[in-house]
């Protein structure tokens, strides 16, 4: 008697999903460049994959991201609010690289702002976006939207606002918050947050808080699902 044997018998193996370093940068007037020297980058296991989630507050933009040699590919970004706050997320296959290395960003113009940087190692990972989220606000709402994700997919976002009255935090639904970093630049706040899920999830919401956003201010969000490989 033949038995056949599905795949579907088989729970899928989900990403490998960790966050390992980050920074608040300040900025830099005369030049259009920041390098995160010797970020941590994780274990350089098989098929490592390394994602950059940066947040900024000028209005120009981020035009590469490059990790440890390796070229980034971009995967998300929020356009400017009203005040110029973007965000965005980009991947390298940072595979065969060191378990720590130097992120060399580029802008299209001098990095006139602070910036907020994360970095996250995945493992078992696509290196593409199954689906983004993107959004930004003015004062009296917060960033939010849905996204769609496979079983066993990761999901990254990041934000960055800003306001005039004074610092602010932001608190995260939907998705566990990693960092969460202030600026001494125009009150700037620079957040990111991620998981991975076990099972597929359609028009899931995520929503990032800011305890200034409902009376001043503005900001962006961007986030990404990342299927398993």
């Known amino acids: ?87 965005s997320i980009w991947i390298a296959n940072t595979n065969g690289t060191g378990s720590s290395g130097d992120i060399a960003i580029t802008w299209t113009g001098y990095t006139t702002a602070s910036k907020n940087i994360d970095v996250y190692s995945l493992h078992n990972a696509s ?19 849905t996204i769609d994700g496979e079983a066993g997919c990761a999901v990254i976002a990041t934000t960055m606002s800003g306001h005039s009255g004074g610092f602010s935090t932001n608190s995260w639904t939907g998705i566990t918050e990693d960092s969460d970093r202030q600026s001494s630049q125009n009150y700037l706040v620079g957040s990111s947050a991620s998981d991975v899920f076990a099972s597929s999830f359609t ?6 808080a800011n305890s200034r956003l409902a009376t001043d201010g503005a900001g962006s969000m961007c986030a990404v699902s990342i299927s398993p490989a």
């Open 1 to 87: 008697m033949a038995f056949i044997i599905s795949p579907y018998n088989f729970a899928i193996a989900p990403v490998l999903l960790e966050h390992t370093d980050g920074q608040v940068a300040e900025a830099n007037p005369v030049s259009f460049t920041h390098t995160m020297s010797g970020a941590d980058l994780g274990s350089n296991d098989t098929g490592r994959l390394t994602v950059v989630a940066i947040g900024w507050n000028s209005g120009i933009t981020c035009s590469s991201v490059v990790v440890d040699g390796v070229s980034g590919t971009l995967l998300a970004v929020a356009s400017s609010d009203t005040y110029g706050h973007k965000s």
């Open 127 to 145: 290196t593409s976006a199954y689906d983004t989220l993107v959004d930004n606000v003015n004062s009296g709402a917060n960033c939010t939207g």
């Open 203 to 208: 028009n899931k919401t995520i929503t990032v």
